[in-house]
């Protein structure tokens, strides 16, 4: 899963530190920009950790280049469906450095997340997409295959005093 200039692989715990950078560089995040740096790179930590303790819940990926350095992160879980009869994958976070956009580190990250659902037996993989984002604007999930589901809508339970997005 690499290119001349990239790699995806799983993320380690070692990849706290640039996993919090890349997202606190994006600028969309209220969690990152109200807490410091050890604060937002002790919370990726903790996410790792329990990934890694429980790898058939979730996936964390990164793409790294050749100096070790994370320019792209993605997240997908696997969830069980009754009315699927089977396992289904949700992307729940893709994002790419300002810098390495355009690079088709996205694709890449997408491919991989895709994959890793059909290696776990997955019926279907969905993700949620900001419409105002310029990857839904520029049509980036419709160009790789996806389709959008119109009759759908997204509801959303805040569970803390403090919503993170």
């Known amino acids: 899963m690499s290119t001349s200039s990239y790699v995806i692989r799983p993320a380690l715990l070692a990849d706290a530190a640039g996993?919090?950078?890349?997202?606190?560089?994006?600028?969309?995040?209220k969690a990152y920009e109200n807490h410091s740096i050890a604060?937002?790179?002790?919370?990726?930590?903790?996410?790792?950790?329990?990934?890694?303790?429980a790898p058939e819940q979730s996936l964390l990926?990164?793409?790294?280049?050749?100096?070790?350095?994370?320019?792209?992160?993605?997240?997908?879980?696997?969830?069980?469906?009754?009315?699927?009869?089977?396992?289904?994958?949700?992307?729940?976070?893709?994002?790419?450095?300002?810098?390495?956009?355009?690079?088709g580190l996205g694709?890449?990250?997408?491919?991989?997340?895709?994959?890793?659902?059909?290696d776990k037996g997955c019926v279907r993989i969905w993700l949620v997409n900001n419409r105002e984002r310029s990857s839904y604007v520029r049509g980036f999930y419709s160009q790789q295959?996806?389709?959008?589901?119109a009759e759908m809508a997204r509801f959303?339970?805040?569970?803390?005093?403090?919503?993170?997005s």
Do not use: M
Not at 19 to 29: K, N
Not at 84 to 100: C, H, R, T
Not at 145 to 149: F, K, L
């Open 61 to 103: 990926l990164v793409a790294e280049d050749s100096q070790k350095r994370v320019h792209g992160y993605c997240a997908v879980h696997w969830l069980p469906l009754a009315v699927l009869q089977g396992w289904e994958a949700y992307l729940s976070e893709l994002f790419i450095a300002e810098a390495a956009r355009g690079a």
């Open 39 to 53: 604060q937002n790179q002790q919370a990726v930590e903790a996410l790792l950790q329990s990934t890694q303790t």
């Open 107 to 118: 694709q890449q990250l997408l491919d991989a997340a895709t994959q890793a659902a059909r």
């Open 19 to 29: 996993i919090a950078e890349l997202l606190h560089g994006i600028g969309w995040f």
């Open 156 to 164: 959303v339970l805040p569970l803390s005093t403090t919503d993170p």
């Open 145 to 149: 295959g996806w389709s959008e589901q």
